[in-house]
């Protein structure tokens, strides 16, 4: 179907594009089978892109040629002489008698012939290649100008923190949030994780947010004294999850209690003024028979997760919060990722800038 609406088009105009299709299509697939290693089938195919662009340039050279030296017909017989000519018109004068004049009637004139103009070729082929060129230009750039449907879909399905009368919260806190100063609730450490460019900051702008939650409980074996409320936002590539423990343990003793785990490549820094700790880990991973049976299957090892744990305040003066970045389907992200997210995250926490 293409070929046939190509061949519809004047001579002028589809020529000028054949080569200038050909040309293109036929240096890119050179440059990559000699740049990128493709192969010599590459190669092949650009060398006859090359070789039919070649040929359709000679024929455009010879019809501008034979343009170029067209001239109009002549009405005078070529091999007649201007002395022949006038010794045979004066033959004919002294062979004829002379006769009288006989009245004519004025001629009527002629009708008068409007000039046929003859297209521009060069007019022709500049138009055909500009009108590729605005083409082109419209399908690279119509993208970044357009919206995109992508995107308003994505935004009204990306799920947002659940509220308080969603998560059963709103009723009462447990006691420890109240006798704690400047404890947040899971539903503030939400609002906080759940960002519109926390995608970005993971690598995957594209993807939007599955899941959100966020709970205000309490440290497990501490009588529920200790506020320790938590945040989890999924998205398809990474799950990113934030915990504050508000306790009394400094960093430094965090690392020292890390010497008794399974934690590996510990890391010591700074972020934001406060004392830090990178650690690796692996998820606990839990099956639930929803078959009927009473219980479940066994706990295993989960996915390896990646923690930055950051102090509460600049001074250490006990609680941390840990950010965990872990990924089903794919490897962990460099640890400068999460120390971005941090450092994006952690100021928007309410009392998350003590």
Not at 33 to 52: C, K, Q, S
Not at 56 to 81: F, M, N
Request: charged share 20%; proline share 8%; with cysteine.
């Amino acid at each position: 179907m293409l070929g046939f609406l190509v061949r519809l088009l004047p001579f002028w105009v589809r020529e000028p594009l054949l080569i200038l299709v050909g040309s293109v299509f036929g240096v890119r697939i050179m440059y990559m089978a000699v740049f990128d290693g493709e192969g010599w089938v590459p190669a092949a195919i650009g060398a006859a892109f090359l070789l039919a662009t070649a040929l359709r340039v000679r024929i455009v050279v010879k019809a501008l040629r034979a343009r170029r030296h067209r001239s109009p017909a002549s009405g005078a017989d070529d091999g007649a002489t201007p002395a022949a000519t006038a010794s045979r018109t004066q033959t004919q004068t002294q062979t004829q008698p002379p006769s009288r004049p006989q009245p004519q009637a004025p001629a009527a004139p002629r009708p008068a012939v409007p000039a046929v103009k003859e297209p521009n070729a060069w007019g022709q082929a500049a138009a055909a290649v500009g009108l590729f060129v605005a083409l082109g230009a419209a399908l690279w750039l119509g993208p970044k100008f357009l919206p995109s449907d992508e995107v308003g879909a994505g935004a009204e399905e990306a799920v947002s923190c659940p509220g308080a009368e969603e998560t059963g919260e709103g009723e009462e806190l447990p006691r420890a949030y109240r006798t704690t100063p400047g404890a947040v609730t899971g539903e503030e450490l939400c609002e906080a994780l759940n960002r519109p460019d926390l995608p970005g900051l993971l690598g995957t702008p594209t993807e939007i947010a599955t899941s959100a939650s966020g709970s205000s409980g309490t440290a497990p074996l501490t009588g529920e004294k200790i506020a320790q409320p938590e945040a989890r936002v999924g998205f398809d590539t990474y799950t990113v999850d934030v915990l504050a423990t508000y306790n009394k343990l400094t960093i430094d003793q965090y690392a020292n209690l890390m010497k008794y785990g399974d934690e590996t490549d510990v890391k010591r820094l700074t972020i934001l003024g406060r004392p830090a700790i990178l650690s690796s880990d692996h998820m606990m991973s839990i099956q639930i028979d929803l078959g009927g049976s009473a219980s479940g299957g066994p706990v295993g090892q989960g996915p390896l997760a990646r923690t930055l744990t950051v102090a509460l305040d600049a001074k250490d003066g006990g609680g941390y919060y840990d950010f965990t970045v872990w990924s089903e389907s794919a490897g962990l992200p460099d640890d400068s990722v999460l120390v971005d997210v941090v450092e994006t995250v952690l100021p928007a926490i309410p009392h998350g800038n003590a």
